[in-house]
């Protein structure tokens, strides 16, 4: 079911890039106390955590997962603003950070990628052997949104009622392509030199010796990163072949359990066209779009000190309805 969204952006925060690039710097010297705790893996690596409050054993307050976006963390803007939003409903929120992004680089060579859906699938398990009695929902931003689009979708005896997918780039190819043009290149720029640092000490450590440091500085697009880095380390043939198999829209109408899908159209990371889902969805599946908002902005309100976060009302919102 595809749906209009009732968000209005600031009448000062219409442009696109605005409200992608003030989202975060609004928040700057935003601050939230996180419990910090850490998960060891099957394959002798680790997730790192980020709790609002350690549950009791016997916890039956509702616990929310938080998946970030790419090279994104617990300190990210986004994050802190939703873990805050699940506190203050009485909730309580668990942020898990993909490998990598928690500050420490994992044990292994292989790090994480919009498909990955391991390291979630064994959270949640252990999530909910630990706290049966708990109401769990998730909410993922960007790359943890097509994440989770794509574990909803594999898992059929998962432990959430519903979920909140926000800003995911649902289908990579479209993506790769649409953040390589114009204005949208600030943003990958910022993204490729990210992943570059990160695989650099890897490479440092001797843990992805496959790669030359050399051809790795030269790369500057998305997709050439994803072609000489993500793709062979994660088991894909190409770029292309990373793409085909880890993006979430094919996917979609195979979840099972009520889900928001959150997406503005003017979002300069995405391609507005190639996301919008064209397959009929099920009536607990819900796309909404707004014509404003950019990337995980969507900020509104009439005081230009005091401005409102549309999202960190609108996502608990629809959880509620199932918490």
């Known amino acids: 079911m595809i749906t209009t969204s009732n968000f209005k952006p600031a009448w000062w925060l219409r442009n696109a890039h605005l409200q992608t690039i003030l989202a975060k710097f609004f928040r700057k010297k935003q601050w939230i106390a996180l419990h910090k705790s850490s998960l060891e893996t099957p394959d002798d690596d680790f997730i790192d955590l980020a709790w609002t409050a350690l549950p009791e054993r016997n916890n039956t307050k509702p616990i929310v997962v938080v998946l970030h976006g790419l090279e994104g963390s617990a300190d990210s803007h986004y994050a802190k603003g939703m873990l805050s939003a699940i506190k203050a409903r009485g909730w309580i929120g668990l942020l898990m950070h993909f490998r990598g992004c928690s500050g420490r680089p994992n044990r292994q060579g292989r790090s994480y990628h919009s498909g990955d859906t391991r390291d979630i699938s064994f959270l949640s398990e252990w999530l909910h052997n630990l706290y049966p009695q708990a109401p769990k929902a998730a909410v993922g931003f960007s790359l943890g949104g097509n994440v989770l689009t794509r574990y909803l979708a594999e898992q059929q005896n998962h432990p959430y009622r519903a979920a909140t997918v926000i800003c995911a780039p649902l289908d990579l190819t479209s993506c790769s392509r649409h953040i390589a043009k114009g204005s949208s290149r600030i943003y990958q720029k910022y993204l490729v030199d990210m992943l570059k640092a990160n695989t650099l000490v890897k490479v440092e450590q001797q843990l992805l010796p496959q790669i030359c440091p050399t051809k790795l500085a030269k790369v500057s697009e998305l997709w050439d990163f994803d072609h000489m880095v993500t793709a062979p380390i994660n088991g894909f043939a190409s770029a292309e072949d990373y793409y085909h198999k880890a993006s ?76």
């Open 248 to 323: 979430g829209k094919p996917v979609m109408s195979d979840i099972h359990v009520p889900c928001l899908f959150i997406h503005a159209a003017d979002d300069p990371f995405l391609d507005h066209e190639q996301i919008v889902p064209k397959q009929t969805l099920p009536e607990h599946i819900q796309f909404e779009i707004s014509k404003k908002g950019g990337h995980v902005g969507f900020i509104s309100g009439n005081n230009p000190f005091k401005p409102d976060y549309w999202l960190e009302q609108r996502a608990p919102d629809y959880l509620s309805e199932f918490l």
